[in-house]
């Protein structure tokens, strides 16, 4: 196998500041080198590919998308077309899941779905901070202005879709509404999981979103007030753009894909770019997937975010993960090896 490899400070990635004095290593490698890749289903990456190739614009990429269209050999377009890379920034790797909350809803209210999912109202729009939490839901100051989106029938699921900021609403008929983050209270946020662990109710090792949840089931007088220590309220909107039994949308303004679509940093992996990923732990996974979101906390060229679905068996895989492993970028040839130094040229 022929393996390039060179140490660069900066060189070919979008790094400034305080990341440009970490020392980043960049490592061509061939696809023998990638453990599993054959046995992968390189169709089903190809077509999450294609669903964001429109948006690449560098001319080697457009030249790969049109490629895409039509290439009859899912595996082999992607060993002619491009090579595997490592970045590596000397940070320890880590991959963790996402997903999107589904809750059970309904354009109106009912006995039981009692619980307004709320759209922004001008006055807070119009101010930097608004009314705290407990004010917005003990006051009237919601009360008969048209600003519900929808019912819900679990307070403690709609706290958590507001700390997720997107999902999916599931209607009595069997249809779906999605939403979107439309803006918030303006109030900092705060943690109730670390409140709970102030009050030496848990540990913070014990904490999850799950032992949250069935605390605040289990005392729903307490529940509800511990709810109201986060004075943050966020406000949502009815996201129309795209069809709400398909995935939520990414940073590329399409659909996510379920297994196949990772959020990261893109000052290292180009959004759009397959990447192949090799994660271990208890249940290791090998898969090439795409590109296609970010998020706050993903940074560094070795940290990954999967995208598990919608709904709580998708929410309960993606909370268990915290792994390690290796992630490796697929860029055009001539982008790959334009990494190199020319003395290895």
């Known amino acids: 196998m022929t393996r390039w490899f060179r140490t660069v400070l900066c060189a070919g990635l979008m790094m400034t500041g305080a990341e440009a004095m970490s020392e980043t290593t960049v490592t061509v490698l061939d696809f023998d080198d990638l453990s599993g890749w054959s ?9 999450t590919f294609r669903n964001t190739c429109s948006i690449l614009k560098a001319p080697d990429w457009r030249a790969i998308c049109r490629a895409a269209e039509d290439f009859s050999d899912p595996k082999q377009f992607f060993e002619l077309l491009f090579r595997p890379v490592l970045i590596e920034d000397g940070a320890r790797p880590l991959f963790t899941g996402y997903f999107e909350p589904e809750l059970d809803g309904s354009l109106a209210p009912t006995p039981r779905y009692k619980y307004p999912v709320y759209r922004m109202p001008r006055e807070a729009r119009a101010s930097s901070v608004w009314l705290s939490r407990r004010e917005i839901e003990t006051s009237a100051a919601m009360v008969g202005r048209g600003l519900e989106i929808a019912w819900v029938d ?3 699921e709609l706290f958590f879709l507001q700390i997720q900021g997107s999902g999916r609403i599931h209607l009595p008929d069997g249809g779906y509404i999605r939403v979107g983050y439309g803006g918030s209270n303006g109030h900092p946020y705060r943690s109730i999981g670390v409140e709970l662990v102030r009050r030496g109710v848990y540990t913070a090792h014990q904490v999850s979103a799950q032992v949250i949840k069935n605390w605040v089931r289990r005392n729903p007088v307490d529940g509800a007030e511990l709810l109201r220590h986060n004075d943050s309220y966020v406000f949502f909107r009815r996201v129309t753009k795209v069809p709400a039994e398909q995935g939520p949308i990414g940073a590329m303004n399409r659909s996510v894909t379920a297994m196949r679509s ?72 001539q982008r790959a090896y334009a990494m190199l130094p020319e003395a290895v040229l």
């Open 154 to 156: 679990d307070p403690v």
């Open 262 to 333: 990772v959020a990261v940093d893109p000052k290292f992996t180009p959004l759009g770019a397959p990447v192949w990923l090799e994660k271990k732990g208890k249940s290791p996974l090998k898969r090439l997937m795409i590109a296609q979101d970010t998020g706050s906390a993903i940074k560094g060229a070795q940290r990954a975010d999967i995208f598990f679905g919608t709904g709580d068996k998708a929410g309960r895989a993606a909370g268990h993960l915290k792994d390690d492993g290796r992630m490796i970028v697929l860029l055009p040839i």
């Open 39 to 47: 046995e992968d289903n390189h169709a089903e990456a190809l077509e």
